[in-house]
């Protein structure tokens, strides 16, 4: 059993910044592969970026490419996304997903966070 909990939304005009933590409740957190998803109102959640078991492999959306990293520090069990060069439409509730393996996972996860809202105003 895997718990998350996101932290760091809030609201930014667009152009800013915002880092959002996802910390992990688990034994073994290399044995994960970790990402980001967002869901906006009236949207399906989208896939937005990914990380391997030890941060060497990432992976993102082409909307966010260039603008947001995904990192993991493996002895805090927390994965990080610094999103910069904010826009509108990345308003959203960001979800923290995790999933055995060592690889990259864009799709499906089995252990979700609670989600953190990210508003852009413009």
């Known amino acids: 059993q895997v718990q998350l909990v996101e932290s760091g939304g809030g609201s930014v005009q667009a152009g800013g910044s915002r880092r959002l933590s996802c910390a992990a409740s688990v034994r073994t957190f290399t044995r994960y592969a970790m990402g980001w998803f967002r869901q906006a109102p009236g949207k399906e959640r989208e896939y937005v970026a990914a990380i391997n078991w030890n941060g060497g492999s990432t992976a993102y959306a082409d909307s966010v490419k260039g603008r947001f990293t995904i990192s993991r520090d493996n002895d805090k069990k927390t994965v990080y996304l610094q999103m910069n060069s904010l826009k509108p439409e990345d308003t959203a509730i960001y979800y923290c997903?995790?999933?055995?393996?060592?690889?990259?996972?864009?799709?499906?996860?089995?252990?979700w966070g609670q989600g953190t809202q990210v508003t852009v105003s413009s």
């Open positions: 997903g995790s999933t055995l393996g060592i690889g990259i996972v864009t799709t499906r996860y089995d252990y």
